[in-house]
């Protein structure tokens, strides 16, 4: 009759037994031993133009994908402005206002607000 105890027993070497490196301070996983480290996910970026975009950055990235012959150096400087101007929030108004003005639905519907009292 085979056994029907259920064995405990580890199977493999003991997790206790391998030494761990020293602790070398909190901020060792930023700066290695020779100074700041790059992030780990640097290849699963977002690609300009592969997938619809889903925040403002995104937007200003594909439109900057488009424009052909721009050195890396006029990229970022012309990503930098246009995310400044994006933060200004006058420009903000004025591209809500002009886009109210324009669509199919600047025509505000007539509410009825019920008899008067």
């Not at 909190?26 to 290695?32: E, I, K």
């Not at 970026?45 to 721009?70: F, G, M, N, W, Y």
Request: with cysteine.
């Amino acid at each position: 009759m085979p056994a029907t105890r259920i064995r405990l027993r580890h199977e493999g070497p003991s997790l206790l037994n391998i030494p761990t490196p020293v602790f070398q301070g909190p901020a060792h996983s930023l700066y290695g031993p020779r100074g700041p480290v790059q992030p780990q996910n640097t290849g699963r970026q977002r690609k300009p133009l592969s997938t619809p975009p889903e925040s403002i950055q995104h937007h200003v990235d594909d439109c900057l994908a488009r424009v052909a012959d721009l050195s890396p150096r006029q990229r970022n400087a012309v990503r930098a402005e246009v995310l400044r101007m994006l933060n200004d929030i006058t420009f903000l108004r004025q591209l809500a206002e002009e886009a109210r003005a324009r669509g199919p639905w600047s025509q505000a519907a007539v509410q009825d607000e019920g008899p008067p009292l």
